[in-house]
């Protein structure tokens, strides 16, 4: 069995509760949650002309593929409404595959590392609340998000949503 670094976010809907649906959905497709972050509202990445997004990070374990594991990531999505007619434009619910100690791979279907994942603190700050002594590159998670500014515009969410205090 493998371990994954999974990433989540939505921003149309529900968002939170979508997110929360999700990782019950992928437990029943025997995706095993080692660890999950919290929940947090973000700033949108690449194209900005759409609302926040709700992000959270988990450490994944599952016995197949990445390949087969990205396959049912997609599945899911589109279960829950996902369209992709706008590059990193708004969506009903994100699943990506970010890192994984174990398993690398360059096709055009699967790029693990994930390309951006280093560069987006979105997925920085929830990694590193499940992750604290991760390092990439050899740079650790927490200079890499201070090198990004990348706690300004993330806010904490407690499990109804609300914002937590800081």
Known sequence: MNTYIMALGSNMGDSLGILQSA?????EENVH???ASSFYRTKPWGKTDQPDFINAAAL???EG???ELMTLF???EKEFGRKRDIHWGPRSLDLDLIYSDCVRSET???RLPHPYFWERPFVLVPLEEILPDFVYDHETIHHRIESLDGYKDLVKLDKEGKEMSK
């Open 65 to 67: 593929t990445a390949e």
């Open 108 to 110: 055009d279907f699967l």
């Open 60 to 62: 994944v374990a599952w």
């Open 33 to 35: 949650i080692l660890k």
């Open 23 to 27: 990782f019950k959905r992928l437990g």
């Open 74 to 76: 997609l599945k899911i």
